[in-house]
C-alpha cells in the first residue's frame, strides 16, 4: 500500500512538474517577439541612386556617382524600462545594391514586450576586430576585410568625382578599432505598445562627408591608412543614421 502511494505520488509530481514546464514555454513564447529594423539609404534628401552623376560634391564643386557603399553595424541592444537584450554575435554587414536602396536586420526572440532604446554600433568592437574567427557577418576572407593588422572596412564607399569634365576615382574604407561609433536611439513608446517593430532608420550617405568636417571630395579623394581622415569621417558617419519620421 505504502509502494502504490508513493508512485502516485510520483505521478502526480510528475504531472505538476510537466504542467509547470508547459506554463512556463507557453508564457515565455509569448513574451518572445521578432524585432525587425529597416535601413533606408538616402543621399541629398532622396533615395540613392547607384552609377549617375546624381549628387554635389558636399564642400566644393563637381558631381558625385555613388557605385558602392556599404558598413558594418554591431552590438546592437534593445533596452525596455525593466531589461536589456544584447543580441549575441551581432555583426551585420549594411548594404543598398538592391531596388529598394534598404537593408532589414531581425532580431528573433526578443524577450521584451516593450522598447524604449536601441543601441548600436557603426563598426567592429576591437575584440572581433583583432580576430580571424567567422562571426555574424564577419568573414575574414570577405572584401570588407584587411590584413590583420588593422581588421575590417567598417565603411566602404566607392565612386567618383566628376569635375572640369575630368572623372577622378573616389575611395573611402574607414576601419581602425577607433572609428567605432556607437548610436543611442530613444523610440516612441505609444507606437511600440502593441508589438515591437518594425523600426525604420534613414541612412544619409553624403553625410560621410559632411557634419563635424566638410570635405570637399576634389581634395581629398581618397582615406585608407590615414588614421586622421578616417578619424574626421567617423565623426560624420556617427551621424548619418537617424529615426525615420
Known sequence: MQNAKLVISGLVAIMVSAVAVSWWARERAASEHDVILTFSA???GAPIVFDTYAYDNPGGPGRVRLRDFRFYLSNISLESEEAVYVEPDSYHLVRFDNPEASDTIRLEAVPLNRVA????SIGVDAEANSSIEVRGDLD???????NWEVGYKFVMFEGNLMLDDQEQPLVYHVGFSENRRELLFELDMARLATDLGPVHFVVDVMKLFEGTTQIDLGKLTSVKFDREDAGQLADNYAKMIEIAD
Open 42 to 44: 538616402q543621399a541629398q
Open 117 to 120: 532604446r536601441v543601441t548600436f
Open 140 to 146: 575574414p576572407n570577405s572584401q570588407m576585410a584587411w
